[in-house]
């Protein structure tokens, strides 16, 4: 490849790597792993011959899906053996609301969350519509079955989400709900912890084995709050608390002698706080903690 071969591939790989990242990252809900699979996309763009290629973009996107559903395939595995619970890796959105996309679904920890219960190929196709807005067709090409196939993947993955999904509040309330949160947290007030959650709230605490955290989901209105309260003394001390743009909604991001130690992210509905996903495992903390420092 010559210097202007190789400088013309790059530069269709850049313009495109906003809609790349976009789609790998919501696949597979992690900065590093999504990371992996663009390198591998540009290793792939420059080996092949691009002389018979279209649209480049179409093209790049579809390498990228498929290397996503393999990714994620393998990433499932090592999930499974993830020490404590496992939640989806933090970005700062502040700069880019939806990571190339026209739109910002699928980019929520609510809607994340929801697709780790999907197949591969059923993610990949509601990516594809729900935050890109790709047709059936484009969306049959990329995952390489029918166009009706394609629907079917769609309409089973919106159907497995609306079973689940729940209407989340306004990001003014969202904000309103996570000072107030804090505010009791960081206090140990108990009653006004009991008051911000639902009755069915579970608290998530990722710590991956590196830090402490709770191994276990904690669950309950009353539990959760005593949960929260009991490591008040401990947690809260020497913690600086800003508020992020954290996957499209407002975010708690902790720090302690100057370094990011957590992420609060909270899932809400018009009843109060349903979810707490406290992320601390500071191996997936880097996205964020290099945008907001």
Known sequence: ?????????????QSARPRLFGVAYRMLGSVAEAEDVLQE????WQRIDRAPVVDPLAFLVAMTTRLAINELQSARVRRESYVGPW??????????PTLGAERAEALSFA????LERLTPT????????EAFGYDYAEISSVVQVSEVAARQLVSRARKHLAEERHREVSTGEQRRLLDAFVTAASTGD??????LLTE?????????????????PVVGRETVAKFVRAFQPRFWEGVEVTVAEVNGRPAAVLRRDGEVVAVLALVTSQAGIRNLLWMMNPHKLGAVASRVA
């Not at 939640?87 to 880019?96: G, Y």
């Open 200 to 216: 069915d709230v579970v608290s998530y605490s990722d710590g991956g084995g590196v830090v402490r955290a709770s191994r276990i």
């Open 1 to 13: 490849m010559t210097d202007a071969e190789l400088a013309d591939a790059l530069a269709v790989y």
């Open 111 to 114: 809607v994340l969350l929801m």
């Open 87 to 96: 939640l989806p890796e933090p970005v700062d959105t502040s700069a880019d």
């Open 41 to 44: 996309v540009w290793m792939r």
């Open 190 to 195: 108990l009653r006004q912890l009991e008051q």
């Open 122 to 129: 059923e993610r990949a196709a509601y990516v594809l519509r």
